[in-house]
């Protein structure tokens, strides 16, 4: 089951990396095992699979 992340009210996420607030419209997402994250740009995707390994698949934007 993919457990969806908290939503702020006004449609924001948080980065996986940086914790930054990102609208939910232009976030970045993968999906692991049973969660999906989100990231602010290309820069903390590399961040992420650095640090988890390349074992997730991608998903689409």
Not at 43 to 52: G, I, T, Y
Request: charged content about 30%; overall charge negative; proline content about 5%.
């Amino acid at each position: 089951m993919i457990e969806k992340p908290a939503h702020h009210p006004e449609g924001l996420l948080n980065c996986e990396v940086c914790m930054k607030e990102i609208p939910a419209s232009v976030a970045k997402s993968v999906e692991a095992e049973d969660y999906v994250h989100y990231f602010c740009g290309a820069d903390c995707f590399d961040k992420w699979l650095k640090k988890e390994g390349n074992s997730v698949k991608t998903g689409k934007d």
